[in-house]
């Protein structure tokens, strides 16, 4: 039987809007306005989740995103399921199901329950100290510990969802809707800075619209009233935009902030759909305010962690924001007057409060007298010992506090109850501040670290600002906000300000227990389970440095990153060690603030955006023709054509003979062209290729070794001269971009004296390469009337002709060892163009080929892939390309390097061919080669970096890499691999036409 | 995520933008002449200071111009942004 705690009608709950959802799988029913949280604390569950390790029974603690408990499971075994949400922040909806975590096979009977037993087993540091022996078991370990690691369950299956981006510039950010930031954003606004004011919760307020403290007046009014009025006058102001449900999650360099809109989560299923769920707002503000707040903090004492068991501002907030009671008999345990406003709030409402447990000695606070009038006694200078209860709390014991606050004295006194509200001061919510790189300064009088500093980018007011009282807030901000925005006037400048002050302070991170601390679980980290005798047993064992503590204990690295917790671990481990806390410093905080799912961060990206592909124009007749595709770079180039029924390997067979035997026709459209124009070309190519360019006729083409400064290769494709000062380049698939760079990079900045002008023209044209002993014949088909003999139009030669009155450049260069001829066009006419090469080779049997066929025929003539048989360690000498370097030229890039004792070493890694013994085994690229078989441990000579069947020598193939390579030519060598030895031996690169007769054939 | 004003086109998002490395580290005009030791000073030699530090950028996706930054490592601040040839900012 559940029970109806719902006290009072709220103005924030509307309820005439009954809504039922489901928890644990039992329905419920709460009212619109209801978070999770207070909507089951109205039907009286408080136990709402296991705790990670020692499966201890935990209820809802906070009423915000700094929830460490009650983390939910939100639409269980669903594809929208979403593990790890604070039912503190998700608003109901009819619908909504929810479950809780780390339970199995219930929250109310869990198995796990049984760690909390063997707690004693479980100390900091348990798996790295129990699961390092004996090594070998470390896998079968690392089984067990997966399955029982992690709170919710991630969706296996595709996210639904839509999720967006959108880029905001605006002069003024206000991060958080309470007093300060309502009154930050509306007099930016009226000083005519475009202005954006975001709050995580649905409502503009903050805490203050819902105080009660009838001390705390502005102009007379109580403050939540007068707040009330300046948030109406919000909708009348221009210049401003307010988002709500809207989460900042990280805070960058130079004001770059993201934050995360929900803009769905919140409705009901049929109203989600087709909408975008969540935004990530871009922000790049010319000045941030930050208002974000305070954080209450917990108290440190033993069993501080049962359900029922809640922060004294949660208990204010469900009372006076959702008209709901916690409990039917209260305790407040506290060490500041904020309890008391809290006490009072649930007396006024006929609420029960036990008692008021006090770890001062006393306090002359005007709320102190009410209390007294109320009736509800007040224990000044005790402490809680120890509390009851397993799934609810039910009673706490209380002592008296020595007055060093070490220990306890006297009687133990049992209080019963089934809410304890627990006040250990406010913490700054500092984290937007840390993370945007400012540091942070500690007060030792009020044990805060708080921004102590301004910048002209940026302030932090209100109680982040380190101003907790009513007139401190308004006070500082009215200051801070006319310096900051350079105005001379506030318009709450002048109000009338009244609140009660604190007088009294005292602070003990950790409270004794009249047990040992050994018997105690006093938790810091409720989420990680991490108590206070954790972080003790970390220090004796000699951490010092607070970034080590944390990590031993796991303190403050669960999903709420330690918002309650982590001040007390840092006092403890002070208290401890003997040093002040302003020494200690903090942990870093760490974006994002709270989590965001991988759809938000990815918005529209995703699926065919993810990554941008590139597809050459002649993309749709590959796919026509059953094309299988390889990724080059961003490119997708067809790989080879299998006919039916044909494997990979019998295609490239087919294809690598044909091009050989008949003809072949090669998509190159995506090899990377540069346009290079100016009367200092050919002196920029002679700087930055190996070889010379000075003499290179118009109509020629050449190939072009590119270094890097260091000397080894970088790029290589042929250039050809257009023109007496036009250049056309071309580069490797996927350096396109990067040659590019580079050679703007050396024209700006060390060559600015020439006269050069670059253009990349990839894209605007399309190449189909026709190659094999017949691919004259089909080019003279195509165009008749050119004379293609070899004294007209040579091997390494260009023209310029039309084809249908489309202007196209041939190029007779030859990456196969066949005579060859590159057919370039306008990329729009690409398609047109293969078509008609396909349909004139057709009586010679043209065969499309793809990357794989390429490969394997430039292997057979032992030509370089740039990437694939070098890696940047590989210079022209290391290749056996001494031909190209030239030794006349004065500088290239590179050039220098080539002299460095290092790069002329006899030994270093050179190319070679392979041929294996048995000429069917196929070596595997990236193979290891080896001379000896029977040492240990045996040297590495270098490693396969090319390897086919040629079907054209009827044997296996391979270039290598191998030390001393150049030297040992018919060296037997080994390739030993899982299960046998392969013996292989060193070869000419060069394996097919080694006299290039095919070129001109 | 930096605000960079390029000389040229005004504030951008770093996003648009290629860092270089070390500035005002001249490509040596007779390398032929130059030691071993001397060339690898100027080939691999970086200084990677804590402090104010002049570095190359890039406009890779904006202008492609390439210009000169200080930037002050333990904060990255900003300091200066001239161009190409220009001496660095003696403050």
């Known amino acids: 039987m559940t029970q109806n705690l719902r006290v009072k009608s709220s103005e924030f709950i509307d309820e005439t809007n009954r809504i039922s959802f489901k928890f ?28 990670f390790k020692y499966h201890r029974p935990r209820g809802i603690m906070t009423s915000g995103s700094e929830e460490p408990n009650a983390i939910v499971q939100v639409n269980p ?33 869990d198995i796990g329950g049984i760690n909390n037993f063997l707690a004693p087993l479980f100390p900091a540091g348990f798996y790295y100290k129990t699961f390092m022996w004996p090594k070998s078991f470390w896998e079968k370990y690392e089984f067990f510990i997966r399955h029982s690691a992690g709170l919710g369950k991630s969706p296996n299956t595709r996210d639904p969802d839509i999720y967006d981006h959108r880029n905001i510039h605006c002069d003024v950010l206000v991060v958080g809707a309470g007093i300060s930031g309502i009154l930050a954003a509306k007099n930016a606004a009226k000083n005519n800075f475009k202005t954006l004011l975001l709050d995580e919760k649905n409502e503009l307020g903050g805490s ?161 007298k009410k209390i007294n009038d109320a009736g509800i006694k007040i224990y000044w200078a005790h402490t809680i010992v120890d509390t009851r209860g397993y799934k609810r709390l039910s009673g706490v014991s209380i002592m008296k506090l020595s007055n060093d606050g070490t220990s306890v004295t006297g009687s133990k006194i049992s209080i019963s109850c089934d809410c304890l509200g627990i006040a250990g001061g406010w913490t700054p919510a500092v984290h937007l501040y840390t993370q945007s790189g400012s540091k942070l300064t500690f007060d030792e009088e009020r044990k805060i670290f708080f921004p102590k500093t301004d910048t002209k980018e940026q302030i932090s007011v209100g109680s982040c600002g380190g101003d907790f009282e009513l007139n401190d807030i308004i006070t500082n901000l009215n200051y801070k906000l006319k310096k900051f925005l350079n105005i001379n006037k506030t318009d709450f400048e002048g109000i009338t300000l009244e609140n009660d002050h604190e007088t009294s302070k005292r602070n003990i991170w950790l409270l004794p227990s009249d047990q040992t601390i050994g018997k105690t679980k006093p938790f810091v980290d409720y989420q990680n389970d991490a108590t206070a005798k954790d972080i003790k047993l970390a220090l004796r064992e000699g951490f010092r440095s607070i970034e080590h503590v944390k990590r031993y204990t796991t303190t403050g690295m669960g999903t709420d990153q330690g918002k309650l917790g982590n001040m007390h671990a840092l006092g403890i481990i002070a208290d401890t060690a003997g040093v002040k806390m302003g020494e200690l410093g903090t942990t870093t905080f760490r974006p ?38 390889e990724n080059v770079g961003q490119w997708k180039r067809s790989w080879y054509y299998p006919k039916e029924g044909e494997t990979m390997h019998q295609a490239v067979q087919r294809e690598s003979k044909a091009a ?38 118009i109509g020629k083409c050449r190939y072009g070794l590119m270094l890097n400064e260091d000397g080894m290769v970088y790029d290589d494709g042929v250039t050809t001269r257009l023109g007496e000062n036009h250049y056309i380049m071309t580069t490797t698939t996927g350096g396109a971009a990067n040659v590019l760079g580079k050679l703007e990079d050396y024209l700006q900045t060390e060559w600015p004296e020439l006269d050069v002008y670059l253009t990349s023209v990839t894209d605007h044209f399309a190449t189909a390469s026709l190659c094999g002993p017949n691919s004259k014949k089909i080019l003279n088909k195509i165009i008749p009337n050119l004379d293609l003999s070899d004294d007209n139009f040579p091997h390494m030669s260009f023209k310029e002709v039309l084809i249908d009155k489309i202007k196209c450049r041939i190029m007779r260069i030859s990456f196969t060892g066949e005579l060859s001829y590159e057919i370039n066009v306008p990329a729009s006419y690409g398609e047109a163009i293969w078509q008609k090469c396909i349909e004139a080779g057709k009586e010679f049997n043209i065969t499309p080929y793809g990357t794989e066929t390429m490969h394997l025929l430039r292997a057979e003539k032992g030509f370089i892939i740039v990437g694939q048989d070098t890696d940047g360690t590989m210079t022209p000498i290391d290749l056996q390309m001494d031909w190209i370097v030239s030794k006349k030229k004065y500088d290239f890039i590179g050039k220098r390097s080539l002299y460095r004792s290092d790069t002329m070493k006899e030994n270093r890694k050179q190319l070679v061919g392979l041929l294996t013994e048995d000429p069917n085994i196929v ?67 060069v394996f097919y036409d080694e006299k290039n007769e095919r070129l001109n054939a | 995520m930096f605000l960079i004003n390029c000389p040229y086109c005004g504030e951008r998002d770093q996003q648009e933008f290629k860092a270089g490395g070390e500035a005002h580290i001249e490509r040596p005009k007779q390398p032929t002449e130059l030691s071993d030791d001397e060339w690898a000073e100027y080939l691999f030699m970086r200084k990677n200071i804590k402090g104010v530090q002049f570095e190359r950028w890039n406009h890779a996706h904006g202008c492609r111009k390439w210009f000169n930054m200080a930037r002050d490592t333990s904060n990255d601040e900003i300091k200066a942004i001239y161009k190409m040839g220009e001496k660095p900012p003696t403050q």
Not at chain 1, 27 to 47: E, P
Not at chain 1, 608 to 619: A, L, S
Not at chain 1, 691 to 697: G, P
Not at chain 1, 932 to 950: A, C, D, R
């Open chain 1, 24 to 51: 644990d799988g039992k329905t419920y029913y709460g009212f619109k306005g209801d978070t999770l949280a207070s909507a089951l604390i109205a039907n009286n569950v408080h136990l709402v989740g296991r705790s």
């Open chain 1, 77 to 109: 075994n669903s594809n929208i399921t979403e593990p790890n949400a604070r039912a503190t922040e998700i608003e109901i909806y009819e619908g909504l199901e929810a479950s809780s975590q780390n339970c199995w096979p219930s929250v109310n009977f």
């Open chain 1, 208 to 368: 203050t619209i819902f105080e009660a403290n009838e001390d705390n007046k502005i102009n007379h009014n109580s403050a939540s009233e007068w707040l009330k009025k300046e948030i109406n006058e919000l909708k009348n102001i221009k210049n401003l935009e307010i988002k709500t449900r809207t989460s900042v999650a990280a805070y960058h360099q130079y004001n770059y902030l993201l934050a995360r809109e929900n803009l769905t989560d919140h409705l009901v299923k049929k109203d989600k759909k087709n909408k975008i769920r969540q935004r990530l707002l871009k922000i790049r503000a010319k000045k941030v305010i930050l208002a974000t707040g305070a954080i209450e903090r917990p108290l440190i004492f033993n069993n501080n962690d049962r359900p029922g068991i809640m922060l004294s501002s949660a208990i204010k907030k469900y009372s006076n924001f959702y008209g709901v009671a916690c409990g039917t008999k209260n305790i407040f345990f506290t060490n500041n007057d904020s309890a008391y406003e809290s006490a009072l709030s649930l007396h006024n409402k006929g609420i029960k409060v036990e008692a008021i447990i006090d770890i001062r000695e006393n306090s002359d606070a005007k709320i102190i």
């Open chain 1, 592 to 629: 994002p603030y709270t989590p965001l799912t991988f759809g938000t961060i990815v918005g529209r990206n995703v699926g065919e955006f993810f990554d941008t592909f590139r597809r050459t124009p002649m993309n749709d007749w590959h796919i026509k023709n059953k094309a299988e595709f």
């Open chain 1, 660 to 697: 050989r035997k008949s003809a072949g026709i090669l998509d190159a459209s995506t090899l990377g062209k540069i346009d290079i124009q100016g009367s200092d070309a050919s002196e920029f190519l002679n700087r930055v290729y190996t070889n010379a360019w000075s003499k290179l006729a």
């Open chain 1, 923 to 989: 070596l595997e690229e990236g193979a290891q080669i080896v001379s000896e078989l029977n040492q240990k441990p045996v040297e590495m000579l270098g490693h396969v970096t090319s390897s086919y069947f040629s079907p054209n020598l009827n044997k296996s193939i391979a270039l290598a890499v191998v030390k001393d390579g150049k030297n040992m030519m018919g060296r037997k060598l080994f390739v030993p691999m899982e299960n046998k030895n392969i013996s292989v031996t060193v070869a000419n690169t």
